[in-house]
């Protein structure tokens, strides 16, 4: 099984911009989706805020890119707090074609999308799990029984990966995830955004997994998981183009502030699990 994962993309209107500006953000975010989807995978997957404010026109942008995407791609688009910042969810469901949350399952593993976002609260960006969802997600874990887990989320658990220790960078404390998770038989594995900051840390049977803003960190994370053995690694753009566009957008982008301390440090770049 392989799963290739998009980091905080946040495709910008940009409605001010100059021409300049605005023809360096189509190049950077039409190429690094491209790029993106290039990569061989079984599913291509956003981990949110695959816009920067939720408008309408900038999902019509991004979606427009995956489905001009030559090959067949599964594409899954999980909900960050910055793509419900303007429109209902219904409405952003209805242009994406994407469900809120969902579980796939395949011969390897169960995978379980999240979606841990208020609707239109830009003031208050922390997550949250609905007590629908939250019985859905016990349920899920539950029929998982050993079989590894793949969950995917905008938001960190509090207290796992780089800053989920801050309020509003991470699921707040009252929404208890962690005790779903914690009966879990056997491995599972939570892939998350939303800090900008490469992050990989271990608690129980669970590895937590942060990635890094695009624009910050031109790179994608892949999961390859074989035979029981997981290996997660990074894939940087390497396109000097690309790099320099990244570079001149997100120095002139609101919403976005560039994080010095994205890249985590080496332990962060990698993981490798040679046992079920």
Same mark, same amino acid.
């Given at each position: 099984?392989?799963?290739?994962?998009?980091?905080d993309?946040?495709?910008?209107v940009m409605e001010?911009?100059?021409p300049?500006?605005?023809?360096?953000?189509?190049?950077? %975010?039409?190429?690094?989706?491209?790029?993106?989807?290039?990569?061989?995978?079984?599913?291509?997957?956003?981990?949110?805020?695959f $816009?920067?404010?939720g408008?309408?026109?900038?999902?019509?942008?991004?979606?427009?890119?995956?489905?001009?995407?030559?090959?067949a791609?599964q594409f899954?688009?999980?909900?960050?707090n910055?793509?419900?910042?303007?429109?209902p969810k219904t409405?952003?469901l209805?242009i $994406?074609?994407q469900?809120r949350y969902c579980r796939m399952e395949?011969?390897?593993?169960?995978?379980?999308f999240l979606d841990t $976002?208020?609707?239109?609260?830009?003031?208050?960006?922390?997550?949250?799990v609905?007590p629908?969802?939250?019985?859905?997600?016990?349920? =899920?874990? @539950?029929?998982?029984?050993?079989k590894p =887990?793949f969950m995917f989320?905008h938001?960190?658990?509090?207290?796992t990966t780089?800053?989920s220790?801050?309020?509003?960078?991470?699921?707040?404390?009252? %929404?208890d =995830?962690?005790?779903a998770?914690?009966?879990?038989?056997g &491995?599972?594995?939570?892939f998350?955004?939303h800090n900008?900051?490469n992050?990989?840390v271990? &608690?129980?049977?669970?590895?937590?997994v942060q990635t890094? *803003?695009?624009l910050?960190?031109?790179?994608? &994370?892949?999961?390859e998981y074989?035979n029981g053995k997981?290996f =997660?690694?990074m894939?940087?753009?390497?396109?000097? @183009?690309?790099l320099e566009? *990244?570079?001149?957008?997100?120095?002139?982008?609101?919403? %976005?502030?560039?994080?010095?301390?994205?890249?985590?440090?080496?332990a962060?770049?990698? !993981?490798?699990? !040679?046992?079920?």
């Open positions: 099984m392989k799963l290739v994962l998009m980091g993309f946040h495709y910008p001010h911009g100059t300049e500006l605005l023809e360096a953000r189509q190049q950077f %975010f039409s190429g690094m989706i491209q790029a993106f989807l290039q990569i061989e995978a079984d599913y291509h997957i956003s981990l949110g805020d $816009t920067n404010e408008f309408p026109e900038e999902f019509s942008f991004v979606f427009e890119q995956i489905r001009g995407c030559k090959e791609r899954i688009h999980v909900l960050g910055h793509d419900t910042y303007n429109i409405e952003i209805s $994406t074609g469900q395949t011969e390897e593993a169960v995978l379980v $976002t208020k609707e239109m609260s830009p003031k208050d960006y922390g997550g949250e609905d629908e969802q939250m019985a859905w997600l016990e349920n =899920v874990l @539950q029929q998982s029984a050993d =887990v989320g938001h960190p658990l509090p207290d780089a800053l220790d801050r309020n509003m960078l991470r699921i707040h404390p009252e %929404f =995830v962690w005790s998770m914690q009966k879990k038989s &491995r599972g594995y939570y998350c955004g900008h900051v992050s990989i271990n &608690r129980d049977q669970w590895h937590f890094a *803003a695009c910050d960190i031109p790179a994608f &994370r892949m999961i074989v997981l =997660v690694t894939i940087h753009i390497e396109d000097k @183009q690309l566009l *990244a570079a001149l957008v997100r120095v002139n982008m609101k919403r %976005f502030k560039p994080k010095a301390e994205a890249a985590g440090f080496d962060d770049q990698a !993981l490798t699990i !040679l046992h079920g």
